[in-house]
């Protein structure tokens, strides 16, 4: 590339990161300005599991849902990563239709009959990625600094002001992008989990079809984050105690024995939801935008495909 190129990433959460990563590894110099790092992110508190969740349309995301599980089951073997294995049982009142993103997906098949709970009459099984995102974020940020990434917390004013400072900026603000970029497609959708003790389970569950809101077992290697909650348009990230005994009681019914788990921790979190997500160039006057948000629930699930798109934006301006 001769003289690396400047760029600047917007975010501290997984797209900003593997963005900046995927922009190191290519031999751009990056560097990451972020209001909120780690635990302060909306993925900090996301269930992350591959699954493409909340996201639309769906090719693109189906073809950014399958980069970015290829890059996870090339993280699967280092402890260090905090990415997991595990199969995975979607289940149905009544049979469906295979979803758009099966064919991205690792070993789908319909579910054996034996699998299904009292109840339930259909079901798909795959392999999925489970990301334990206080590992795999610590992970991340230790992966840019060994490329020399610079990482900041710090407030971007405005996107002008961030093509003050370079003339090519990535932008993975999230929910943030409403007043970054103006954006009122972009909304939030409330989604609670809570976490408790594993009583040794390592099967991922899921039920979008037969309840009030969205069903989800996610054994982690110490713990389950059970979920969950889709609620749009509600920004309140105070975790309500009804809906954390409602959760714990739907997951409870498909597994038994989270009934008396311990329960560690609650916690909201805000999916920045856009129809379509937004992954795009934006020419102006003083340099290059890519835009790169509006994930939904699939933020963890789509971040390196993002990551990789975005790179090729870049290449090709």
């Known amino acids: 590339m001769g003289a690396a190129l400047e760029v600047l990433v917007i975010g501290g959460g997984v797209a900003g990161l593997s963005a900046a990563i995927v922009l190191a590894e290519a031999g ?48 699967m073997d280092d402890p260090a990563t905090g990415v997991l294995r595990r199969d995975a049982l979607e289940i149905y009142p009544t049979p469906v239709p295979a979803p758009a993103w099966s064919t991205a997906a690792e070993r789908f098949a319909s579910a054996p009959p034996e699998l299904l709970p009292p109840g339930y009459g259909f079901g798909h099984a795959f392999t999925t990625a489970v990301i334990e995102t206080p590992v795999y974020l610590e992970w991340l940020q230790a992966r840019l600094r060994a490329l020399g990434v610079r990482v900041e917390r710090r407030a971007i004013a405005s996107l002008d002001d961030a093509l003050r400072e370079c003339p090519r900026v990535v932008h993975c603000a999230g929910l943030g992008a409403r007043e970054l970029a103006g954006d009122r497609l972009l909304h939030p959708v409330r989604g609670q989990v809570v976490r408790v003790e594993n009583p040794g389970l390592t099967r991922v569950w899921i039920d979008e079809h037969s309840g009030p809101a969205i069903t989800y077992i996610v054994p982690r290697s110490r713990d389950v984050v059970l979920g969950g909650s889709s609620e749009e348009h509600r920004e309140d990230r105070t975790p309500d105690p009804s809906m954390t005994r409602q959760i714990i009681d739907r997951c409870a019914a498909l597994e038994p024995r989270l009934a008396d788990a311990r329960v560690l921790s609650e916690a909201v979190g805000l999916r920045p939801a856009r129809t379509p997500l937004r992954l795009e160039l934006e020419a102006r006057e003083a340099g290059l935008i890519i835009h790169n948000y509006g994930h939904g629930g699939a933020g963890v699930t789509l971040s390196w495909g993002c990551a990789e798109a975005v790179l090729e934006l870049l290449q090709r301006n």
Request: proline share 4%.
């Open 28 to 75: 751009y110099d990056v560097r990451v300005a972020a209001r909120e790092l780690g635990e302060g992110t909306t993925s900090a508190v996301a269930a992350a599991f591959w699954y493409p969740y909340h996201a639309y349309p769906e090719d693109q995301v189906t073809r950014l849902a399958a980069v970015s599980l290829r890059r996870f089951q090339s993280l």
